[in-house]
């Protein structure tokens, strides 16, 4: 089946900083999803994003899927990006399956 | 609208019990999923509905689980017999196959502790 590395495994980043998550896929995907679990476990959809750039207020997230890596940026991070990010991907447009990567934890002191 | 909902929010069993949870998704949203999270794991998918029908089960989803969505509307997932190797969060989401957008909702959860 289809693999889903991220990377860093951890991050710790002081407050005001900017970073890079990284997910890297093994096959060609029609859907690709970056969520994003807070410390309460609640997991928060930040992106759907197959392909392409996008952007919602200091988060962007990149998909090139002809070489299948989607990168997630964050800047100027707050305390309140503290938790683990997932990349989740599926060959099939509705989703259905997703396979989660292992996901990066992110914490941010102020 | 409320988003998804999931009840109840944590249960504690004594194995060899059997357990249901429920999940009320986002009412227009006509896709419901199951998923399972262990911790320092990412979500695990468990079985997929459009409408009333279940169209998906993965091989985690032994024949102790069962899931039902009567109507199309909420849907439970009952665990007979639980193992201790049952225990983990029950993720619920729902998403919409008519915008163009897949993009999922999760709810908050149920947190299963098999004792």
């Known amino acids: 089946g289809i693999q889903v590395e991220q990377s860093p495994p951890d991050l710790i980043l002081q407050e005001g900083a900017n970073s890079t998550l990284r997910c890297n896929f093994s096959?060609?995907?029609?859907?690709l999803q970056w969520f994003h679990q807070n410390p309460w476990g609640q997991l928060i959809n930040l992106f759907y994003?197959?392909?392409g750039t996008k952007q919602n207020g200091r988060l962007s997230a990149t998909t090139v899927a002809t070489e299948r890596y989607s990168l997630l940026y964050i800047s100027s991070s707050q305390t309140t990006d503290s938790g683990v990010y997932f990349c989740?991907?599926?060959?099939?447009?509705?989703?259905?399956?997703?396979?989660f990567g292992k996901g990066t934890t992110l914490s941010v002191s102020s | 609208d409320t988003g998804v909902s999931q009840n109840p929010r944590h249960k504690i069993t004594k194995r060899g019990q059997n357990v249901t949870f429920r999940c009320d998704p986002i009412?227009?949203?006509?896709?419901l999923y199951w998923y399972r999270q262990t911790l320092g794991q990412g979500p695990e998918f468990l079985t997929y509905?459009?409408?009333?029908?279940?169209?998906?089960k993965s091989r985690l989803l032994s024949d102790r689980f069962s899931a039902e969505r009567p109507k199309g509307s909420f849907s439970t997932l009952e665990i007979q017999r639980t193992e201790q190797g049952d225990s983990a969060m029950y993720l619920c989401?729902?998403?919409?196959?008519?915008?163009?957008?897949?993009?999922?909702?999760f709810g908050s959860g149920t947190r299963l502790t098999v004792v």
């Open positions: 989401a729902s998403s919409s196959s008519g915008d163009g957008f897949y993009g999922y909702t």
């Open positions: 096959d060609s995907v029609n859907n």
């Open positions: 994003i197959p392909s």
């Open positions: 989740a991907v599926a060959t099939n447009q509705a989703g259905t399956a997703l396979i």
């Open positions: 009412s227009e949203h006509n896709r």
């Open positions: 509905f459009q409408n009333e029908a279940q169209l998906e």
